[in-house]
């Protein structure tokens, strides 16, 4: 099959809802390098983030938690001015991301530009990279009670989950009512 057919099917696909966002672009990396002859593109299936990367040689994981959050904008004037929410301090919860992995929504650790690792808040899982779950960084039932409890992280998780409804209709989420969030 041609990189071409590839990359329509790909698009035909997403267009029609068959796959999300995430599962076409990783088509598209798949196809480009399947293509490459010259073997400059490195394997998209590889993990690239490693988990002692995002939390630093001195300072576990763990030790960096806590159960406060605060709500935020961006400083930097030139960034698109999208509501954050900063969770447990360390995971940023942002409007309008049209990623949908590893949930609708989901956190990105320390920085909202930072693909990974990512926090699905439903199942408490932190994965460092597609796949690639880092079992030693899951949320507590503590943090997991203090996110669902804040009246703030629960109105962000319903616009987001509105949002993505409206923008990518033919997502399929994967519960009946994504509208139903946790028990507080």
């Known amino acids: ?20 966002l995430d599962e076409y672009e990783e088509r598209i990396e798949i196809a480009l390098w399947l293509d490459d002859d010259s073997d400059t593109r490195s394997d998209p299936r590889t993990p690239t983030v490693e ?15 806590d159960s406060s959050s605060r709500a935020s904008i ?19 919860f942002t409007g309008s991301d049209p990623d949908s992995y590893p949930s609708v929504p989901h956190g990105h650790y320390q920085n909202a530009n930072r693909p990974w690792p990512k926090l699905n808040p439903y199942i408490g899982r932190v994965f460092s990279a597609k796949h690639v779950e880092d079992q030693g960084a899951r949320l507590s ?11 703030g ?26 509208m139903r969030l946790p028990r507080r």
């Open 74 to 92: 961006p400083s930097n004037p030139l960034e698109p001015r999208i509501l954050e929410l900063i969770a447990l301090k360390v995971w940023y």
């Open 141 to 151: 039932k503590k943090e997991m009670r203090d996110l669902w409890t804040d009246n």
């Open 153 to 178: 992280f629960r109105d962000h998780c319903r616009k987001q989950i509105m949002w993505y409804m409206q923008e990518h209709s033919y997502y399929r989420f994967p519960v009946k009512n994504p």
């Open 1 to 20: 099959m041609s990189t071409d057919t590839m990359i329509f099917l790909a698009g035909f696909s997403f267009e029609v809802g068959l796959i999300g």
């Open 51 to 65: 988990v002692s990367e995002r939390c630093g040689e001195e300072q576990s994981f763990e030790s960096i938690l």
